[in-house]
């Protein structure tokens, strides 16, 4: 079992930042890879970023790429999305996930991921 904590959300201005993270515990491993999805209402739950266990590879979706950073800190067991230039369009719930199998890696698909945090709300005005 993999607990996940996610936090850090808010409410900010169009333009602004704010950094996510996801505190692991239980059976942590620094094999998983980890992923940021969002759901905003009346929409089905969206890829945002992943990150390799080792933290050496990334991706991210295409409304994403260059406006947000996906990190993580082993020792600590947790991750990080840094989000700039923040949208009205980015307001969601965020969650983050782990993903138990490698091999699957970068997975964008939900289906694909076992655990998930229980969730922190983004909203952007403009």
């Known amino acids: 079992q993999v607990q996940l904590v996610d936090a850090g959300g808010g409410l900010v201005q169009a333009g602004g930042s704010l950094r996510l993270s996801c505190v692991a515990s239980?059976?942590?491993?620094?094999?998983?890879?980890m992923a940021w999805f969002r759901q905003a209402p009346g929409k089905e739950r969206e890829f945002v970023a992943t990150?390799?266990?080792?933290?050496?590879?990334?991706a991210y979706a295409d409304s994403v790429k260059g406006r947000f950073t996906i990190s993580r800190d082993n020792a600590k067991n947790t991750g990080y999305l840094q989000m700039n230039s923040l949208k009205p369009e980015d307001t969601a719930m965020y969650y983050c996930?782990?993903?138990?199998?490698?091999?699957?890696?970068?997975?964008?698909?939900?289906?694909?991921?076992?655990?998930w945090g229980q969730g922190t709300q983004v909203t952007v005005s403009s």
């Open positions: 239980g059976r942590t491993s620094s094999n998983y890879a």
């Open positions: 996930a782990v993903l138990l199998w490698p091999n699957a890696f970068p997975a964008r698909n939900p289906d694909l991921y076992v655990y």
């Open positions: 990150i390799s266990g080792s933290g050496v590879t990334t």
